[in-house]
């Protein structure tokens, strides 16, 4: 099955630096590379995707680049702001077209913004 | 993704006892998902379901049984066979033709004492 791997666990950036968030998958036959950001107590929220015959996409001050070839994307968040401070999912998932399985989602990572 | 609603928010059972945790959506979404979070971990596939009358397993399905009969709901029910139920459950709902987005429910806290 895949495998996603996230780093850093922890990343503190001072206020209207930027951040970057990286992780890697196994399989090759993933399509679908989504970013969820969750507060403490609530549900994860669908921030931005990215489908494998994309190389970047960008929404605002949020953009995700994917590496098929290196099996890797990343999340970027440019001018950080307080509000920006979660936890961040990546995830992957092979979709098929017949209808896709469950996502396989990386550990997280806990965005600190610093004022 | 205020389409998909959680029931309770919070749990509590006493070890040994099933309990049955709701997820019902009303975005008519066909593919319907369970999760489990553990603190400090990411999201781990418990079930799914794409259609009526059809589910599968996920990464962790042991000790857990779920049902569809409607494409509206998605129950699912932590047995006493379930090693550590103690965890956060989160409910997901994908449209048709686009199942690879899901969108979550607010999810329950479920506490075995």
């Known amino acids: 099955g895949e495998n996603v791997e996230q780093h850093p666990s922890t990343l503190s950036v001072q206020e209207g630096d930027s951040a970057v968030i990286k992780c890697t998958y196994s399989d090759s036959a993933s399509n679908y590379f989504p970013w969820y950001k969750q507060e403490l107590g609530k549900r994860p929220q669908l921030i931005i995707d990215?489908?494998?015959?994309?190389g970047e996409k960008k929404d605002q001050r949020i953009a995700v680049t994917l590496n098929k070839t290196a099996k890797h994307f990343s999340l970027h968040i440019t001018e950080t702001q307080p509000e920006d401070s979660a936890v961040y999912f990546c995830?992957?998932?092979?979709?098929?077209?017949?209808?896709?399985?469950?996502?396989?989602f990386g550990k997280g990572t806990h965005l600190i913004i610093q004022p | 993704d205020g389409g998909i609603t959680q029931s309770p928010k919070y749990l509590f059972r006493k070890e040994g006892q099933n309990v049955t945790l709701s997820c019902e959506q009303n975005l008519n979404h066909d593919a319907m998902y369970w999760y489990r979070q553990d603190p400090g971990q990411g999201l781990r596939l418990i079930y799914y379901?794409?259609?009526?009358?059809?589910?599968q397993k996920g990464d962790i399905a042991e000790g857990y049984s779920v049902s569809r009969e409607k494409k509206e709901s998605f129950p699912l029910t932590v047995t006493s066979a379930q090693k550590n139920p103690t965890a956060f459950y989160l409910c997901a709902s994908a449209p048709a033709g686009e199942t690879d987005t899901q969108y979550f429910g607010p999810g329950t806290r479920l506490t075995v004492l």
């Open positions: 990215i489908r494998s015959n994309v």
């Open positions: 379901s794409q259609i009526v009358n059809d589910f």
């Open positions: 995830a992957a998932i092979w979709d098929s077209g017949g209808g896709a399985d469950g996502l396989t």
